[in-house]
């Protein structure tokens, strides 16, 4: 069935107008993270392969398993192709979960329709974290190394970004079991029991740094830290249980002569009071939310560093003067500084129109291009 449905959904997705795949534009996205000047404002998005694509529905029409298919190389790739085959991004992000590390280390993980990601049992005491695997759980995740490998063959020099969850967000979910409202259980366990959660957090961060250097090693070219749900916690909490197993994580990686020099972006949903701190891990670029201005940002962290977004995914539903109008008025708001990566202040929602992406990109172009 793989190969009748990697074969089905090639053919349909090549039979698109254009195949901007095979323009190369690796320089714009990775100068503009290092904060150099660039001919446009480069553009990709987060879960730019995903749900609102019909190709995409029409595979996963044909494999019902989502973790069978972030699984597979061969049909990961295949998804983390897609909107290249279909839009001029400037770069790609290798197709996954951020989830799939706590399967790696023991806490049977499932996809349920209707409820999203579940993991039970969910973890509750210091002896089911004491269980969890550390030392060979990285290599069980080495389905993803080789599907960036095949991406890697196929972008022709279009950077490929990895990525991973922060520990703090995954473990959320390895303590509520699955998506929460309130988030009180990872939270009673932190006040209650706090050795228990850092322990947690601890054994994710060693197994995050091994997977991310595998991803880089396999050929991606940028990397992404998604911290989701650090925005739950109070400041001196985030410190705590978040930006410290972060900052772990990236002194790691800067550490390492294989990795050091691979650009990190860091996604601190809902944490702007602590710029100056964020700033300080030695990340190259922040991915902001679209509850800030991105103007204001720029003006608090200086030229130190670059950023990433901002624009509400729900625009991607808007009328198109509408669209068009916001994507004006982010690319307006950063100004002509060096240093900006234009992308939604979250992920692609399912409900959202294709041609609307397509609109987006030849705005962001429009609006950005340095005559």
């Not at 446009?40 to 879960?47: A, D, G, H, K, S």
């Not at 993991?119 to 030392?135: C, D, G, H, Y």
């Amino acid at each position: 069935m793989v190969k009748d449905t990697l074969s089905t959904t090639s053919n349909s997705s090549n039979t698109h107008p254009f195949t901007p795949v095979e323009k190369d534009t690796s320089s714009l996205f990775l100068q503009a993270l290092k904060c150099q000047p660039v001919e446009r404002t480069p553009v990709w998005l987060m879960r730019q392969a995903g749900r609102y694509m019909p190709e995409y529905r029409k595979l996963r029409s044909q494999v019902k398993d989502f973790i069978v298919l972030c699984q597979n190389p061969e049909l990961a790739c295949e998804v983390t192709m897609m909107p290249l085959r279909r839009y001029r991004l400037d770069a790609a992000i290798i197709f996954s979960d951020i989830l799939l590390i706590g399967q790696a280390m023991g806490l049977p993980l499932s996809f349920q329709e209707g409820e999203g990601p579940v993991f039970a049992p969910r973890i509750e005491s210091l002896k089911q974290v004491e269980q969890l695997e550390t030392n060979e759980a990285a290599d069980k995740l080495s389905f993803v190394s080789d599907a960036i490998k095949l991406v890697v063959k196929e972008l022709n020099n279009i950077p490929l970004i990895g990525f991973c969850g922060s520990p703090w967000t995954v473990a959320t979910y390895m303590v509520e079991g699955g998506t929460s409202k309130d988030f009180s259980k990872i939270k009673t366990l932190a006040w209650q029991q706090p050795e228990t959660v850092e322990l947690l957090l601890d054994k994710l961060s060693e197994t995050t740094i091994k997977y991310l250097k595998a991803q880089v090693k396999a050929g991606v070219k940028a990397l992404m830290i998604f911290d989701t749900w650090g925005g739950i916690l109070s400041d001196h909490a985030y410190k705590r249980f978040s930006l410290a197993a972060v900052q772990k994580i990236v002194k790691a990686l800067k550490a390492d002569e294989a990795t050091k020099s691979t650009p990190i972006i860091f996604f601190a949903k809902g944490k702007y009071t602590l710029f100056s701190d964020l700033v300080a891990l030695g990340i190259e670029g922040l991915s902001i939310d679209w509850t800030v201005d991105l103007g204001w940002v720029r003006e608090q962290v200086g030229q130190k560093i670059a950023l990433q977004g901002n624009l509400d995914p729900t625009l991607l539903m808007a009328t198109p003067d509408m669209l068009q109008q916001e994507v004006a008025r982010v690319i307006q708001s950063h100004g002509k500084q060096p240093g900006h990566i234009f992308n939604l202040g979250h992920g692609i929602l399912p409900q959202t129109p294709p041609e609307q992406v397509e609109r987006l990109i030849e705005w962001v172009e429009m609006y950005s291009l340095r005559t």
